[in-house]
């Protein structure tokens, strides 16, 4: 699947909601945000309009890692069609 390249920071960050994490605190123009489903894990999502393509990716291979999942997998529960 493609990555969307128009998302904004603040987006990811509500879609990120449906795997746990919360909003822990904003630092400057970043977003920290953390769940503790399957263990703890805490991510730094720029607050950017939009993300650029390799930050996006990145947090989302984190993500995936953490949540044990492939990056294709999380992003097509993200952003795929329903």
């Known amino acids: 699947m493609k990555l969307p390249r128009d998302l904004f920071g603040t987006e990811l960050v509500k879609l990120l909601a449906k795997f746990g994490y919360e909003v822990q605190r904003q630092t400057g123009s970043h977003i920290i945000v953390r769940t503790l489903q ?45």
């Open 38 to 82: 399957n263990g703890e894990d805490t991510q730094s999502i720029p607050a950017h309009k939009p993300l650029k393509i390799g930050t996006l990716s990145g947090i989302l291979s984190d993500v995936a890692v953490h949540l044990g999942m492939e990056k294709r997998e999380l992003a097509e529960r993200l952003f795929g069609k329903k």
